[in-house]
């Protein structure tokens, strides 16, 4: 029983991790359709970022996570303008320029910070557990579950309560008409990047005392995030919320039953089933486009 | 027997019946034109005729066989071709091209790996006179003006050569000498072949028609010759909403 | 149509003169060399395969690595059994495998390899295309899939350790004896296998492009719809195209692991699928010969700088394919063609100018306001 509780855990926090990567990527997604194989890359970024203000700044994590958010979602800032806004019309060409901008932002890390695994201390007010019976949570896991809904739940209030959330619907349904009524497409697109960029930043940072910090850290992640959004359906942020549980619990399961690896195997296979019949995701969003 | 049956055809989308309990039959040989108000689900019907859209119920038998269930390549090798509103050429290929894909009679694979497209010139060559795009048959087709691309859209189906073919606006955007050259064309296929026209340009169908099928809000409002047709009370109202 | 077939044939002349000719004469027949450009003509293969199909049916294959690495992993099987003769092959002591695995019995006969090399990836290949193409999934939805498999077939081989050989590969192999001649990979008659293997899949390739098949394909590429209602079976045609991309790609991996003395699982890695795709768009997704080249110069690059610049090497492969897909999506090929109809556009002017001076009324361009 014990076991199954903390696999439970193990699983939702794992989820937790997954949505927040997986939002960013949804957000971009979903606005503009374009397949960010760089979004691992942003999330090493915002964990290098947390490393640095807490080696050099001696910053805390979370102290440091609204400056991870402006230096990720300003670098996703200047990529966008420089060479993501020039492929719009080429989606599978986006597949391609993203991953090529993976590799070189990863080499650039690896250039001048350093191949080697980094440290992060976590905060040390959430050091510690939570044991309920046999069921042990440790405080920062918890922490990061709660905080990951918390963005979910702004992210929602931005994209549906705002005036910016209004255009960029608009712009998403139909560009040309949305700039006959001087909303400009362009911009909106480059700061939706660039908040989706910010928020695989504070997925970076927020990991760090889980994961080692290697500048190849984002590689996996963005595989398993990018599963996250198809299965949960183009762009939708419930559907990416609903796919991460359902992933990293899976993953927890078949981890249980089999092992790491062969539950990695099993999920994705089962993935792959799940997009052959259903393409469009668990909650496919029913506009036209 | 009629070549082609519909029977009590319904097709729903989400709620819009866009088609709402159609029959007509097409006869060989003849030239059908289906007429009607905007959304009266015209291009609706060639649709589910040619496999682009499923019904919800009701069936299509095209000579004998139901073809309500096939996919749409299994209806093409039936017999039945398709001209599509918005002309639907190959840009990226060139208009010769364009026809060795149309001219399909073994569309299978193996026949295709023993085949090199430039044997198909031979036949492409008068179809191409015949639509006046002689001289262009190596150039791009996205290169070809909106006129051009229709002709050769037409071409195409004149080169898959269908027993039945399903023809949507295709007139739109022609000069009038384009028209009556289309309405001569159309004319001479329907010695060997059946057509079904989606047509608004009147003079046109004047021209071409054997029979008329007036559709409205998805269902048949009245059929017969133009004459019919033109003194018919439903259809005025129909049209002039009173 | 047919002057596209002699500019073909053409290129793939002065490509055959080039390998043939001019890489060992210029290597002054040197055995080392030509096996380092071996192993770029061998890549030179896999990227065509993946010309064929992303280039000609628009198919981006993420999992390219996979079916390489089934081939290279046939070849591998053989070798191994080879270099181990009656014994069981060392690393599965390692890993308490009592007997030989049924699967590897019947890779003791070449001529199975061989068959295996190319007919499982098709097989595999030919499934996971049926798998998705019966559904119609396209565009970036047959990326996204095919890069899923590729990692769970790289999870799969490292797992089973006791059969793949885990994360080390296999290594240890024995020279490969074909028909009787020991071949020796630093010999210049090696450099002529692999050479003579590629001319052969270009022309496989070309004859592909150019029959009907290939013009159906480029049909489909466009639009998938149009080309269903002209009677085509659009998901046979793309799996057949996935299958002999995928039989191509495992050919190129069973030179590959000749080149190499050893396979690994990192030949199935994420990154290296990536840097097919990489070659393919550099050398023109277009062309087969073009992809062909597009490996060998991006490898020939890595071989001579990746010394100078260790870690510059990969930054500056992910920027040069950056500016590819960006301002060249064609690749080199395309840049090429564009330059060659601009200079025809130029001497057709000229010639025209020439042709017609009477009919040009000179003075109307310096007549003309500004």
């Known amino acids: ?289 | 027997m009629a070549q082609l049956q519909v029977t009590d055809l319904h097709v729903d989308f989400g709620g819009l019946r866009a088609v709402d309990g159609l029959s007509f039959n097409v006869n060989e040989g003849e030239i059908l034109c289906l007429l009607g108000p905007n959304g009266a689900g015209k291009s609706t019907t060639l649709d589910l005729i040619c496999g682009k859209t499923q019904p919800t119920s009701g069936s299509i038998r095209f000579e004998g066989t139901d073809i309500s269930q096939l996919l749409e390549f299994r209806r093409a090798r039936l017999g039945i071709g398709r001209k599509f509103q918005v002309p639907s050429v190959y840009k990226e290929l060139t208009v010769a091209e364009n026809l060795s894909v149309a001219r399909s009679r073994s569309p299978g694979i193996w026949h295709a790996l023993t085949r090199f497209s430039l044997s198909d010139g031979r036949v492409a060559a008068p179809i191409l006179e015949r639509v006046g795009l002689e001289a262009r048959a190596s150039e791009i087709a996205g290169n070809l003006s909106h006129g051009e691309t229709q002709w050769l859209e037409i071409a195409m189906l004149i080169a898959q050569d269908s027993r039945l073919i399903l023809m949507d606006e295709p007139t739109a955007g022609m000069t009038i000498q384009e028209t009556a050259r289309t309405a001569e064309i159309f004319r001479s296929l329907s010695t060997s072949h059946t057509l079904i026209v989606v047509e608004h340009d009147m003079s046109f169908v004047r021209t071409v028609a054997d029979r008329i099928v007036v559709m409205n809000r998805g269902a048949m409002l009245a059929e017969g010759t133009i004459e019919e047709i033109e003194t018919n009370d439903d259809v005025k109202t129909a049209y002039l909403g009173h | 149509m047919t002057t596209k077939l002699f500019y073909d044939l053409f290129a793939l002349a002065v490509f055959a003169v080039v390998i043939v000719v001019g890489v060992p004469f210029l290597m002054g027949f040197d055995g080392f060399e030509l096996n380092t450009f071996a192993r770029y003509l061998a890549l030179g293969i896999v990227s065509l395969a993946l010309a064929l199909s992303w280039g000609s049916a628009g198919l981006l294959n993420l999992g390219q690595a996979a079916t390489f690495g089934m081939g290279s992993y046939a070849m591998a099987m053989h070798l191994k059994l080879k270099a181990s003769g009656d014994a069981l092959p060392d690393f599965m002591g390692w890993n308490n495998v009592p007997e030989l695995p049924l699967i590897w019995i019947p890779f003791h006969s070449l001529g199975f390899t061989l068959l295996a090399g190319l007919l499982v990836p098709a097989f595999v290949g030919g499934l996971i295309a049926m798998f998705m193409f019966r559904a119609r999934i396209a565009g970036v939805f047959v990326a996204i899939i095919t890069l899923a498999f590729l990692v769970a077939f790289q999870l799969v081989v490292i797992e089973q350790q006791g059969i793949t050989g885990g994360q080390n590969g296999l290594t240890g192999l024995a020279p490969l004896s074909l028909l009787g001649w020991s071949v020796d990979t630093y010999d210049v008659s090696f450099y002529y296998l692999v050479a003579g293997c590629l001319m052969a899949a270009i022309t496989v390739g070309l004859y592909l492009t150019h029959s009907k098949f290939g013009l159906i394909l480029r049909a489909i590429r466009e639009d998938a719809d149009r080309t269903r209602f002209f009677g085509y079976n659009v998901a046979n045609y793309q799996t057949v195209i996935f299958c002999i991309s995928a039989a191509l790609a495992g050919w190129a991996g069973m030179l590959y692991t000749l080149v190499l003395e050893f396979a690994s699982p990192t030949y199935m890695s994420v990154s290296f699928s990536l840097a097919i795709v990489i070659w393919c768009a550099v050398g023109g997704r277009d062309s087969v010969i073009a992809a062909a080249i597009g490996a060998i110069i991006v490898n020939l690059l890595e071989g001579r700088l990746s010394d100078v610049f260790v870690e510059g090497w990969n930054l500056m492969l992910g920027v040069i394919f950056v500016l590819v897909v960006m301002f060249i999506p064609r690749g080199l090929h395309g840049l090429i063609g564009d330059l060659w109809k601009a200079l025809n556009n130029q001497s057709h002017k000229q010639r025209a100018n020439e042709a017609e001076p009477k009919l040009q009324p000179q003075p109307v361009k310096s007549g003309q306001e500004k």
């Open chain 1, 1 to 289: 029983m014990d076991v199954i509780l903390n696999q439970i855990f193990a699983g939702l926090s794992m989820a937790s991790i997954l949505l927040m990567i997986a939002l960013g990527l949804a957000i971009i997604y979903g606005a503009m359709g374009v397949i960010n194989l760089a979004h691992g890359e942003f999330v090493m970024l915002g964990a290098y970022a947390a490393w640095a203000l807490q080696t050099y700044a001696g910053f805390s994590i979370i102290v440091a996570l609204p400056f991870v958010f402006l230096a990720v979602a300003s670098v996703g800032w200047i990529i966008e303008r420089v060479i993501v806004q020039r492929l719009y019309h080429r989606p599978l060409d986006t597949i391609l320029a993203t991953w090529g901008i993976g590799i070189v932002l990863q080499q650039l890390v690896r250039l001048f910070v350093g191949a080697e695994s980094r440290f992060v201390k976590g905060p040390e007010i959430l050091s510690g557990n939570i044991e309920i019976g046999g069921l042990i949570m440790s405080n920062y896991r918890i922490f990061v579950i709660v905080f990951s809904l918390a963005i979910l739940a702004a992210s929602w209030a931005l994209m549906t309560r705002t005036e910016f959330g209004m255009k960029l619907r608009a712009v998403i349904q139909n560009r040309q008409i949305s700039e006959c009524y001087g909303i400009e497409a362009k911009h909106i697109y480059s700061i939706t990047f660039a908040y989706g960029a910010g928020l695989a930043g504070i997925a970076g940072a927020l990991i760090t005392p889980l994961f080692s910090t290697i500048p190849t850290m984002g590689t996996g992640l963005v595989v398993d995030a990018f599963l996250v959004v198809i299965v949960g359906g183009l762009g939708s942020l419930l559907g990416a919320a609903t796919a991460s549980v359902l992933i990293g619990e899976a993953t927890a399961l078949f981890s249980m039953l089999l092992n790491d690896t062969l539950g990695r195997i099993a999920v994705l296979a089962g993935i792959i089933v799940l997009i052959r019949f259903r393409p469009k995701g668990l909650f496919p969003s029913n506009t036209r486009r």
